[in-house]
């Protein structure tokens, strides 16, 4: 049956909190904040919900999840940039993004996690040149599908070790 309604901000009081599954649920509503303050979250798993707004500029910023290796919010209506201040969340191995209304251009900032093993930007219109230079990250599965961006392929070429790169449906950007 899954779990209906919003993210309560209260959730964001378990300081304790190391794993947060909310996947294939029925959750509505905008992301509450507050669960970006969890300081030892290992784990935000959000996807297939139909949360909806904006991210969160400050999501990674002031110390806070310093831990966080895993952040899927994918499968859900999130529209906006992603935030900025995402690099400041150096343990990140995984993000995924995919199967949003995401927009703007994908930050360069990304490059600085170091750690990052899965980038999933499916399925959203993110636009521009991806600033993504492939030779800065460790970086195991790209996926971009159905997103119109100038990728730098070239770039992908400097990549050391194996890696997977996801363009099925790609629709690339043309200059005019």
């Known amino acids: 049956m899954g779990v209906r309604g919003s993210i309560a901000p209260e959730i964001g009081n378990l300081y304790s909190l190391a794993s947060l599954d909310l996947s294939g649920n029925y959750l509505n509503g905008s992301i509450?904040?507050?669960?970006?303050?969890?300081t030892v979250v290992e784990s935000i798993n959000l996807y297939?919900?139909?949360?909806?707004?904006?991210?969160?500029?400050?999501?990674?910023?002031?110390?806070?999840?310093?831990?966080?290796?895993?952040?899927?919010?994918?499968?859900?209506?999130?529209e906006g940039d992603i935030p900025l201040s995402l690099d400041q969340c150096s343990q990140l191995e995984r993000i995924s993004f995919g199967l949003n209304k995401l927009s703007g251009n994908v930050p360069r900032e990304i490059v600085n996690i170091t750690k990052l093993k899965v980038l999933d930007l499916s399925f959203n219109n993110l636009r521009?040149?991806?600033?993504?230079?492939?030779?800065?990250?460790?970086?195991?599965?790209?996926?971009?599908?159905?997103?119109?961006?100038?990728?730098?392929?070239?770039?992908?070429?400097?990549?050391?070790?194996?890696?997977?790169?996801?363009?099925?449906?790609?629709?690339?950007?043309?200059?005019?």
């Open 32 to 38: 509450a904040p507050t669960i970006f303050n969890l």
């Open 48 to 78: 297939d919900n139909s949360l909806s707004g904006s991210l969160p500029r400050h999501i990674c910023r002031y110390n806070r999840l310093q831990r966080l290796k895993v952040l899927d919010l994918g499968s859900n209506e999130l």
């Open 128 to 176: 521009g040149t991806s600033n993504l230079y492939a030779h800065n990250l460790s970086i195991s599965s790209y996926v971009i599908s159905i997103n119109p961006l100038s990728l730098p392929l070239l770039e992908l070429l400097s990549i050391k070790g194996e890696f997977s790169l996801n363009l099925s449906n790609w629709l690339p950007q043309h200059n005019k």
